[in-house]
């Protein structure tokens, strides 16, 4: 089975999508990297802020 995959840089409206895998991706992990969610039920994200706030083109996430 042959499967089309396009890659495009994200853009702004994108974020809350982004957020939402990176929750999902650290509860997977935290069974092997340790860590708790805090009282909101997220994890620390200052790395992903940091990467978001960025300014101009050539993000990566």
């Not at 708790?36 to 790395?47: H, Q």
Request: aromatic fraction near 4%.
């Amino acid at each position: 089975m042959d499967a089309d995959l396009n890659l495009r840089t994200a853009i702004s409206t994108d974020r809350p999508v982004i957020e939402r895998l990176r929750l999902m991706f650290r509860q997977d992990m935290s069974e092997f990297v340790g860590g708790v969610p805090n009282s909101e039920g997220t994890f620390r994200s200052e790395r992903l802020e940091a990467v978001l706030s960025r300014s101009g083109s050539g993000r990566r996430m």
